[in-house]
């Protein structure tokens, strides 16, 4: 057996290294079964989930984790879908809204099986608004463009819980500030 100092150490390093790297490749599966076994309870139902999604929508002989990859983009896609579309509703609804309000009192309102309760909700509320502006009288653009640039302002820092009290304030300043630029050119 070789007395080398060097070879001595640079074999016990070795061995060392390949101990601690065992060690730490242990631990990893250790950690992997006990994420696994506390899983274990659920993995009936899972199974059944996954059996139920492979004969709904044709994946055949797929690997479950495929499976869930294209059914999460699937998702995502449809979110976008979604999103989409719900702001071109918005802002469909927004300028029906605005020619309405800018046709002025006399304007027909939309048939109520048309609008959901929630859009009916903030029309009445702009609608009394603007009946509590009629009796106030005249407003000056200017004075009502300074509260309106206020109000959007304060729109980007707004939390959750103030944003339909905001949209509400701005919706009833636009108006003001129609009703105040019409007459204007009505009066000259």
Not at 44 to 51: C, Q
Not at 65 to 90: C, P
Not at 101 to 110: D, K, N, Q, T, W
Not at 145 to 171: D, K, W, Y
């Amino acid at each position: 057996m070789p007395t080398n100092p060097r070879w001595v150490e640079h074999t016990e390093r070795a061995a060392w290294d390949t101990v601690q790297t065992l060690r730490q490749e242990i631990e990893r599966e250790r950690r992997h079964v006990e994420r696994l076994t506390r899983l274990q309870p659920a993995w009936p139902r899972v199974v059944e989930a996954l059996d139920r999604v492979r004969e709904r929508f044709s994946f055949g002989d797929e690997e479950p984790a495929v499976m869930i990859e294209r059914l999460a983009a699937r998702v995502q896609e449809l979110e976008k879908e979604r999103d989409e579309l719900s702001q071109t509703l918005v802002s469909e609804r927004g300028e029906r809204e605005r020619e309405r309000v800018l046709a002025g009192p006399e304007a027909p309102r939309p048939a109520s099986g048309k609008v959901r309760p929630a859009v009916r909700w903030f029309a009445d509320l702009l609608h009394e608004k603007s009946l509590t502006v009629r009796q106030k009288g005249r407003r000056d653009p200017a004075k009502v463009i300074a509260a309106l640039e206020l109000e959007v302002e304060g729109l980007a820092h707004a939390r959750q819980s103030e944003l339909l009290e905001l949209a509400v304030n701005v919706g009833h300043l636009a108006m003001l500030l129609a009703r105040a630029v019409r007459s204007r050119q009505r009066f000259g």
